[in-house]
């Protein structure tokens, strides 16, 4: 059964490098779909042609943050949530088998985090690595049976856990017709896992060796100076200005 690989991603300096360290791995996983979902108005050329590229199976759409939350001007924003929305819709049109996972562009991912997620019946889930002060956000086992979560950031989440910390199958989702992601920052994961009801954290199936083995973590790109961009259009300008290309 195939896995669904929900990779949401928007428009900026370190995108391009993003996802292609991101196709580099997925390039080595067999029977995969990518849905890279643009957080744009419109698909990037340069995205488009990066994935034509890498000879995957993969979808390439946009579903862009809605306005009202765009143009808050204070706080968080619901990152990434219209993106992953619209690939689960995706999921519900096309899909009948396999297990749908999460990974945003900038996280870095073992293979065998792959090999792990594909027999995920239900809901499974596993440790995430480099996140919060922590340093790790996972289900906790004891003497093999889920006994909490162990997360630097709890908030009355019923599931404390990140983002690249789950997997779900998607025989089970399409049982749940009205689940989906919230636009609530920091509650997404939470949000969403708790609207695959009836499902309950002692339900989880815990992987990676009881969750003993970190095949995820949660990387951030250091942000490049904003302005190496205008510096980037004015080498374009210079070097290609004749050939377009
Ligand atoms: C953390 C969690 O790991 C994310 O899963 C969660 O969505 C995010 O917080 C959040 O709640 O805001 P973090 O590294 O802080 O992740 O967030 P980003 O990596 O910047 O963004 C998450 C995903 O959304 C990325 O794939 C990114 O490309 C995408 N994104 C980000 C957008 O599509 N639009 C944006 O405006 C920003
Ligand atoms: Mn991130």
């Known amino acids: ?50 994935l034509e590229k890498t000879g995957l199976r993969y979808q390439h759409l946009i579903a862009p943050m809605p306005d009202e939350y765009k143009s808050k001007k204070s706080g968080p924003k619901p990152r990434g949530v219209s993106n992953r929305n619209k690939g689960i819709e995706w999921v519900r049109a096309n899909a009948v088998d396999g297990v749908i996972y999460l990974a945003d562009d900038d996280n870095t991912y073992d293979l065998e985090l792959f090999h ?42 019923k599931f404390p856990v990140d983002m690249a910390g789950f997997a779900v199958s998607v025989k089970f989702l399409l049982e ?28 989880i199936e815990l992987l990676a060796s ?13 942000r490049n100076d904003p302005s190496s961009m205008l510096d980037l259009k004015a080498y374009v300008e210079k070097s290609h200005s004749s050939d377009g290309s």
């Open 1 to 50: 059964p195939p896995l669904y690989i929900i990779t949401p991603t928007y428009r900026r300096a370190e995108q391009l490098p993003e996802l292609t360290r991101l196709a580099h791995t997925l390039m080595l996983v067999p029977n995969l779909y990518w849905l890279v979902i643009e957080d744009a108005v419109e698909k990037s050329p340069l995205v488009a042609k990066l």
């Open 176 to 203: 749940r017709p009205n689940a989906t992601m919230p636009y609530k920052p920091g509650y997404e994961e939470d949000g969403f896992l708790r609207s695959l009801k009836p499902f309950e954290p002692k339900e």
């Open 116 to 157: 792990e997620i594909r027999f995920t019946k239900r809901v499974s889930m596993f440790p995430v690595g480099l996140i919060t002060k922590l340093g790790v956000s996972s289900p906790v086992v004891k003497n093999g049976v889920f006994s909490g979560f162990y997360d630097g950031w709890v908030a009355g989440r």
């Open 210 to 222: 009881n969750c003993s083995r970190i095949l995820v973590w949660h990387t951030q790109t250091k």
